[in-house]
């Protein structure tokens, strides 16, 4: 069993930044590739972002990309999205998730893979 805890949403204007921050519990941090996804209102579950297992191997959204900065600690068995740039239609529910894997390269980017998920963080950005 892995257990998630999100943190550090909150209320910005359009251009303002984030870090949000993913602590994990119960397994071995380093054996788990991680992800990011949201949910605006009306919408479904997307993806953001992922690291892999070792932390080398990074994938982002067209969407995010040059923006979002996905990054790990495993000192800290933390997982960090870094949001600069932020704008409207970043508006969502973000949820951190993690799945089991053998390899510490693979990136994990779709949402039926993962295993274990977190109860998610608002992130609300005005214009």
């Known amino acids: 069993q892995v257990q998630l805890v999100e943190s550090g949403g909150g209320s910005v204007q359009t251009g303002g930044s984030l870090r949000l921050s993913c602590a994990a519990s119960g397994r071995t941090f380093s054996s788990i590739a991680m992800g990011w996804f949201r949910q605006a209102p009306g919408k479904e579950r997307e993806f953001v972002a992922a690291i892999s297992w070792s932390g080398r191997n990074t994938y982002l959204a067209d969407s995010v990309k040059g923006r979002f900065t996905i990054s790990r600690d495993d000192d800290k068995n933390t997982v960090y999205l870094q949001m600069n740039s932020l704008k409207p239609e970043d508006t969502a529910v973000y949820y951190c998730?993690?799945?089991?894997?053998?390899?510490?390269?693979?990136?994990?980017?779709?949402?039926?893979?993962?295993?274990?998920w977190g109860q998610g963080t608002q992130v609300t950005v005005s214009s």
């Open positions: 998730a993690a799945d089991l894997v053998p390899d510490d390269s693979i990136v994990v980017v779709r949402s039926v893979e993962f295993d274990y």
